[in-house]
């Protein structure tokens, strides 16, 4: 049973559009959501929100998370062929190391200039 | 090096033969993770070493699976037997310690694609 579920599994946007990816997730103790990019291979970090409500942003980027709803959103503003990659959603709990982060299954961006 | 390197990045293997994937994580980094990565599948946690602590292992899928890490430094990850389930990619992460003050920040190698036939 996944514990993190992302949607839409795949996007496809012409560029300047503007994506909303989406994130729920369902872990005991949740302590942070974080957010990763993945390109060809090595996923990099992009957010880790721990409290409701506060807009995390970074350029085009930005995150937000409801932990009422158990939910985040990535928002990409104007995106760019470059903004073409996997997005992954990873829960973490109060009760895990550092290193046992619950990911969902990704969305592939696809951006089209 | 500059970040978390793995080898060999491509192995294909026939079932039933053992593999061994490499990882060298960043240097200073006490904390190494393996994940594997199936098709259309989100990563799934392995193992992970931390300093000179006994392993969490509790995410490695069964005994075929081994890992270990000498010197606190460059770490391996065996698969005994090798199954075509175990086709996947394998990915190494470091970290420069545990606990939440760096947390998110797992430096990901580009990984292993395994393939077994």
């Known amino acids: 049973e996944d514990k993190v579920v992302q949607s839409p599994l795949s996007l496809v946007v012409h560029e300047g559009d503007t994506v909303t990816l989406n994130c729920s997730y369902e872990?005991?103790?949740?302590?942070?959501l974080l957010w990763y990019k993945q390109e060809k291979k090595a996923p990099t970090f992009l957010f880790m929100l721990?409290?409701?409500?506060i807009e995390k942003k970074s350029g085009r980027l930005s995150s937000i998370l409801d932990k009422k709803e158990l939910f985040s959103i990535l928002n990409i503003t104007a995106t760019q062929t470059g903004d073409s990659a996997v997005y992954l959603c990873?829960?973490?709990?109060?009760?895990?190391?550092?290193?046992?982060?619950?990911f969902g299954r990704g969305t592939q961006l696809t951006v089209w200039p | 090096g500059a970040g978390v390197s793995q080898s060999p990045s491509n192995k294909v293997t026939e079932k039933g033969k053992d593999v061994e994937l490499r990882c060298d994580p960043i240097?200073?980094?006490?904390?190494l993770y393996w994940y594997r990565q199936s098709l259309g599948q989100g990563l799934e946690f392995l193992i992970y070493?931390?300093?000179?602590?006994?392993?969490?292992k509790s995410g490695l899928p069964s005994d075929r699976f081994s890992a270990e890490r000498t010197g606190g430094s460059v770490s391996t990850l065996t698969i005994q037997r090798t199954q075509q389930e175990d086709s996947a990619v394998y990915l190494c992460?470091?970290?420069?310690?545990?606990?939440?003050?760096?947390?998110?920040?797992?430096?990901f190698g580009e990984g292993s694609r395994l393939t077994v036939l």
């Open positions: 992460a470091s970290s420069l310690a545990k606990g939440w003050g760096r947390t998110g920040e797992l430096f």
């Open positions: 872990v005991t103790n949740f302590r942070s």
């Open positions: 721990t409290s409701s409500g």
């Open positions: 990873a829960a973490a709990d109060r009760g895990s190391t550092l290193g046992r982060l619950y």
């Open positions: 240097s200073g980094h006490t904390a």
């Open positions: 070493f931390q300093g000179n602590s006994a392993p969490d």
